[in-house]
């Protein structure tokens, strides 16, 4: 069932998050993980370290059989110990008896095989395992971007240096050009200058003008259509886009009108591209999307998904739902129509999670099919609890597999790291490093630390 998005619209200036006073981070709950250590495959790697973690939490030498103490070299890297507890520097970190105890210099955080967005280098102090005193972020060129001030894991201040930094993203050129071809169109059939923006975080181009003849675009289009490719039909389309059939294209029905027309009163008209395209076994067109406000219109597309869908609603203003199939799951983004309209504003979208919405209340919204992925690579579908700032507020437990803290502890680490207690300790490492800066976590594995339960399910695509 289609769920109505746009209820979002009157909470993007109004909703805000609970009071920094009210964010915790709280030290890693070894009760919580505490039977990863029971899983074969950890112990059996753990006997090729020499080592092994024992049931009171402790690194045992398995030549001594007695707790590790002082520093030992394992894999060519120096591991500090105090009675089989991490002590002293390590991962970059400092340990007393355990915990995080001291300075964490120039860590960033990495997962999916990408940095965590924003994260660069930082300068983090801890006390007994959460964070304590000024936490310091630095951009590239050694500028402070971000400051909080903690008190045993409470965050008392939190600032954020709003310097400009030029984005990481850019228009693909590949995309660009085809644009272009878009974008003169229209301007050739409504006579007007039309605005282009490119909306980085979805991929969405969007179009601005005013007295937009549709007709006359579905005209440009066919023209250009047809001069540009050999369009032919499902029955005789060659089989897949192989070498020497590159320019054969096809209509998304072999009966689609290319000579219908259009009601310019129309509020919406969904138009064929002459460019976006979805292949597979063959290459067919797709639909674009054109909305009428007044003598104004709004033009919608993109190149980055299989294909898409919109819907226009009036909830304190109007907004535009704009989704994207990517083939194993789909996208879904929000825009106000008085922010595209004006030019001054910015059209950056609200990303939806998930591929429906399950629930959506005044402040926060559940998600099904989730899309996320393991360190190491395999897609998971989830279900989040979100605010309107995308921090994930619960992990609902959805799906075909069902699993305590642990297992999925080591199934990351599985994927990602060596699966024993030292890979453990840096995952741990990492997850309390980025719940310094996130204390409403947006990176679901971090959420499984804050997790009120032992149990969490999700859905795999393979079960």
Excluded at 304 to 312: A, M, N, P, V
Aim: net charge neutral; proline share 3%.
């Amino acid at each position: 069932m289609k769920i109505k998005l746009i209820i979002l619209a009157l909470f993007f200036s109004s909703c805000q998050v609970l009071a920094d006073s009210n964010q915790y981070v709280n030290p890693w709950s070894e009760k919580k993980f505490q039977d990863f250590h029971d899983i074969s495959i950890v112990k059996d790697n753990n006997k090729e370290l020499g080592i092994l973690k024992n049931d009171q939490g402790q690194f045992v030498s398995l030549e001594t059989n007695m707790p590790l103490d002082g520093n030992y070299k394992i894999q060519g890297d120096t591991y500090n110990f105090k009675n089989g507890l991490l002590h002293g520097e390590v991962f970059g970190a400092t340990y007393r008896n355990g915990l995080l105890h001291g300075v964490i210099r120039q860590y960033s955080t990495y997962y999916n095989g990408k940095s965590t967005p924003s994260y660069l280098s930082a300068k983090l102090h801890f006390v007994n395992g959460v964070p304590s005193g000024t936490q310091t972020w630095f951009s590239p060129s050694g500028d402070i971007i971000e400051t909080a001030f903690y008190q045993n894991g409470k965050r008392l201040s939190y600032e954020k240096k709003y310097k400009k930094i030029k984005s990481q993203y850019t228009i693909p050129k590949y995309d660009d050009e085809k644009s272009k071809a878009i974008h003169k169109f229209l301007e050739v059939c409504s006579k007007s200058k039309v605005n282009k923006r490119f909306d980085n975080r979805s991929h969405i181009f969007i179009y601005t003008g005013h007295d937009l003849d549709p007709n006359c675009l579905q005209k440009e289009y066919t023209s250009y259509r047809n001069s540009k490719y050999t369009i032919t039909t499902y029955e005789d389309f060659p089989w897949g886009p192989t070498k020497g059939n590159e320019h054969y294209r096809r209509y998304p029905a072999d009966d689609y009108n290319e000579k219908q027309f259009f009601d310019k009163q129309s509020t919406y008209i969904s138009i064929l591209s002459p460019e976006k395209e979805s292949c597979a076994e063959g290459c067919t067109f797709e639909y674009d999307h054109l909305y009428f406000f007044d003598k104004n219109f709004v033009y919608l597309t993109d190149f980055y998904g299989y294909r898409s869908y919109t819907s226009l609603d009036e909830l304190d203003g109007q907004v535009i739902n704009y989704g994207m199939s990517m083939l194993t799951h789909h996208r879904n983004y929000m825009y106000s129509v008085q922010d595209i309209l004006n030019p001054e504003k910015d059209i950056s979208s609200f990303y939806f999670y998930g591929d429906s919405q399950t629930e959506i209340t005044p402040d926060t919204y559940t998600t099904s099919w989730e899309k996320k992925y393991w360190q190491g690579g395999g897609a998971l579908w989830i279900s989040t609890k979100r605010n309107y700032k995308n921090e994930i507020l619960e992990l609902k437990s959805w799906g075909n597999v069902c699993q305590n803290l642990s297992e999925h502890i080591f199934e990351n680490l599985n994927s990602n790291y060596i699966a024993d207690s030292l890979g453990y300790e840096y995952f741990k490492l990492e997850i309390m490093s980025y719940l310094t800066r996130y204390p409403r976590p947006k990176w679901w594995l971090a959420a499984l630390a804050i997790h009120k339960d032992d149990q969490w399910c999700y859905k795999d695509p393979k079960s």
